[in-house]
């Protein structure tokens, strides 16, 4: 066994998530948008079972495209992530400046569709500068703002 996978296990589990700051307010400005970036491809890249594979968003949200281990916890593993990066934002920046929304958005999709979902992530700005935002990776905001 390796560290706390399971050996002889074969495993393509490619995730886009996303999340949006509390009451979809533009929180990620240009001063914390690099800094916010640089600590979620840290955090996946330092956890077992994560691969980083884009992050990107726009002022209201993130997105971000991983594939994981099946040993990942999906639910644990964004809490983490969502808590450590407001925590790294707001240490630095000053409190409350960054709050998360609770939930996330969650689609899985196949390898083969990896590097178009990672070229939708990086461009965010210009999707939704554009309105051409992709309506099944995007659902979420609909869906949560009922909860806001």
């Given at each position: 066994?390796?560290?706390?996978?399971?050996?002889?296990?074969?495993?393509?589990?490619?995730l886009?998530?996303?999340?949006?700051?509390?009451?979809?307010q533009?929180?990620i400005?240009?001063?914390?948008?690099?800094?916010?970036?640089?600590?979620?491809?840290?955090?996946c890249?330092?956890i077992?079972?994560?691969h980083?594979?884009?992050?990107?968003g726009?002022p209201t949200?993130v997105?971000?495209v991983?594939q994981l281990?099946?040993?990942?916890?999906?639910?644990?593993?964004?809490?983490?992530?969502?808590?450590?990066?407001s925590?790294r934002?707001n240490?630095?920046?000053?409190?409350?400046?960054?709050?998360?929304?609770?939930?996330y958005g969650?689609v899985s999709f196949?390898h083969?569709h990896?590097d178009?979902?990672?070229?939708?992530?990086q461009n965010?700005?210009e999707?939704?500068?554009?309105?051409?935002?992709n309506?099944?990776?995007?659902t979420?905001?609909?869906?949560?703002k009922q909860?806001?």
């Open positions: 066994m390796g560290k706390k996978g399971v050996s002889h296990v074969f495993d393509r589990i490619f886009h998530i996303t999340w949006h700051c509390i009451h979809d533009p929180q400005i240009p001063a914390i948008e690099s800094v916010l970036y640089r600590h979620i491809e840290d955090y890249t330092k077992d079972g994560v980083f594979k884009g992050v990107g726009t949200h997105h971000l991983v281990e099946p040993f990942v916890l999906v639910s644990t593993f964004i809490g983490e992530l969502k808590g450590g990066s925590h934002i240490h630095q920046f000053g409190n409350d400046t960054l709050k998360w929304q609770r939930g969650v196949a083969k990896l178009s979902v990672i070229r939708y992530v965010q700005k999707h939704h500068a554009k309105r051409t935002t309506e099944i990776l995007e979420f905001v609909r869906e949560m909860y806001s």
